[in-house]
């Protein structure tokens, strides 16, 4: 089942994707481990929206989401288009579907 036109609004989320809440784990003074969060509402609120939209579009065609991907990862692995910044978008745009896909198209990553 596949849904015509959103194709582009897929591929810009993924180009896009925003950096998710970073969480560190630190020893407190007494020498407990913790996680210490790290707070950027403009960041986090942006994430949100990118991450819940890829989410949606996913729903749609979990194939055409997967096919993208695949190719945007192949890009970057071939230099095409290499860069920090897109090898990273790419990532989070990947890590904010997981559990999207079922067990057998996760697999395939």
Same mark, same amino acid.
């Given at each position: %089942?596949r849904?015509?036109? @959103?194709?582009?609004?897929?591929?810009?989320?993924?180009?896009?994707?925003?950096?998710?809440?970073? !969480?560190?784990?630190?020893?407190d003074?007494?020498? $407990?481990?913790?996680?210490? %969060?790290?707070?950027d509402?403009a960041?986090?609120?942006l994430? $949100?929206v990118?991450?819940?939209?890829? !989410?949606?579009?996913?729903? @749609?065609?979990?194939?055409?989401?997967?096919?993208?991907l $695949?190719?945007?990862?192949?890009?970057?692995?071939?230099? %095409?288009e290499?860069?920090?910044?897109?090898l990273?978008?790419?990532?989070w745009?990947? *890590?904010s579907?997981? *559990?999207t896909?079922?067990?057998?198209?996760? $697999?395939?990553?």
């Open positions: %089942r849904v015509h036109g @959103l194709a582009n609004v897929r591929l810009l989320v993924i180009q896009r994707m925003a950096k998710p809440e970073e !969480v560190f784990v630190v020893e003074e007494n020498g $407990k481990i913790i996680r210490e %969060r790290q707070k509402t960041s986090m609120a994430y $949100k990118l991450r819940d939209t890829i !989410v949606f579009l996913t729903h @749609l065609d979990p194939e055409e989401t997967e096919n993208m $695949k190719v945007k990862l192949s890009l970057q692995m071939n230099g %095409r290499w860069s920090w910044q897109n990273n978008s790419l990532c745009a990947i *890590g579907i997981s *559990g896909f079922t067990v057998e198209q996760e $697999k395939r990553f």
